[in-house]
């Protein structure tokens, strides 16, 4: 078992940049990377992007705006998002890749487990 808790989230002024931490514990180490993920209202859950658990490669929906960044000591994973806009405004979700990497790493159905989630939301 994998657990992961999210924080970070709140209200965020348009423009601002967003810091998320994901904190992963458990089995680890047959982790092979975490996604982040997010959804607004009335929307599907939609990706982020997503780390490479060793570190090596990181994969976005939007390049130009987003980092993630993995805290080994801290077995945390980061996102920053940066110039958000109201339409950011989301639950924003990680998720644990186990097992093997997916390179349907953008859909969720390959992740196995999921934080709880926090609330982001950007105002205007």
């Known amino acids: 078992q994998v657990q992961l808790v999210e924080s970070g989230g709140g209200l965020v002024q348009a423009g601002d940049s967003l810091r998320l931490s994901c904190a992963v514990s458990?089995?680890?180490?047959?982790?092979?990377?975490v996604g982040w993920f997010r959804q607004a209202p009335r929307k599907e859950r939609e990706f982020v992007g997503c780390?490479?658990?060793?570190?090596?490669s990181a994969y976005y929906a939007d390049p130009r705006r987003s980092t993630i960044s993995r805290d080994t000591a801290k077995n945390t994973v980061l996102l920053q998002m940066d110039r958000v806009i109201p339409e950011d405004t989301a639950v924003y979700y990680c998720?644990?890749?186990?097992?093997?990497?997916?390179?349907?790493?953008?859909?969720?159905?390959?992740?196995?487990?999921w934080g709880q989630g926090t609330q982001v939301t950007v105002s205007s």
């Open positions: 780390i490479r658990w060793n570190g090596s």
């Open positions: 458990g089995r680890t180490a047959t982790m092979y990377g």
């Open positions: 998720a644990a890749l186990e097992g093997q990497w997916r390179w349907n790493y953008r859909d969720s159905d390959a992740y196995n487990y």
